[in-house]
């Protein structure tokens, strides 16, 4: 079955700090996995697309990483404003009908 | 380029009423997508959609739960006798194709509905 597993579930980081998030799945075969950023009351939006051969992809503030070998990913945010405080969500795709699985989401809160 | 458009945003009702939300995907897009998302977890496919046909309905509860897309444009889904597990944030998306490694789904704002 496939799944995907997000830590920590939620977490507060003051203003200006970095924080790193982790997923881990067990999608195969693996065509790709995403990051969402989900506000409050909003869809998810798209913040990083990774396929196989990529191991790090950045969008601003954000850089996300990809382990295909140990099937783990890392989403990075750098100097931590408050418009970040929002649930991220770890997306993977399985070939062949490219089927989404998707993580319970980590929610972050900065504070300022 | 407008989003995709979801109506109402908020409703409530009654267990064993009925309810129906609707959606406007992205202008051009093929594909359009129907995930019931619960408090604190992530969004679980109902229903997805190719034109106006239906791809996957697996996920669909379908002795209470219907999806249509009439001209393989807007949608709407029908959830008839609702309960109080169906309490959620209902989530419409579109993509341009079915099929594609990087075939981006767009999302739009969600119809929270609580069933009291």
């Known amino acids: 079955k496939n799944q995907v597993e997000q830590s920590p579930q939620s977490l507060i980081i003051l203003e200006g700090k970095n924080c790193t998030l982790q997923?881990?799945?067990?999608?195969?075969?693996?065509?790709?996995l995403r990051w969402y950023k989900q506000d409050t009351g909003r869809g998810p939006v798209s913040l990083t697309i990774?396929?196989?051969?990529?191991n790090t992809k950045s969008n601003g503030r954000y850089t996300a990483t990809l382990d295909a070998d140990t099937k783990q990913s890392s989403l990075h945010i750098t100097a931590s404003q408050l418009s970040d405080s929002a649930s991220y969500i770890c997306?993977?795709?399985?070939?062949?009908?490219?089927?989404?699985?998707f993580g319970a989401g980590t929610t972050v809160t900065v504070r300022a | 380029e407008a989003g995709v458009a979801q109506s109402p945003r908020y409703k409530i009702i009654e267990k064993r009423q009925s309810v129906a939300f609707w959606c406007n995907p992205i202008s051009g897009h093929a594909t359009l997508y129907w995930y019931q998302q619960i408090l604190g977890q992530g969004p679980k496919l109902l229903i997805q959609?190719?034109?106006?046909?239906?791809?996957?309905d697996s996920q669909l509860p379908k002795d209470r739960f219907s999806a249509e897309r009439l001209k393989g444009v807007d949608s709407t889904l029908k959830i008839q006798p609702a309960k109080l597990e169906d309490s959620a944030v209902y989530l419409c998306?579109?993509?341009?194709?079915?099929?594609?490694?990087?075939?981006?789904?767009?999302f739009g704002p969600g119809t929270r509905l609580t069933v009291l």
């Open positions: 997306v993977v795709s399985a070939f062949p009908d490219y089927k989404l699985s």
């Open positions: 959609f190719q034109n106006n046909g239906v791809v996957d």
């Open positions: 990774m396929t196989f051969s990529e």
């Open positions: 998306a579109s993509s341009l194709e079915t099929f594609g490694q990087d075939n981006e789904q767009f």
């Open positions: 997923c881990n799945y067990t999608v195969s075969p693996f065509s790709n």
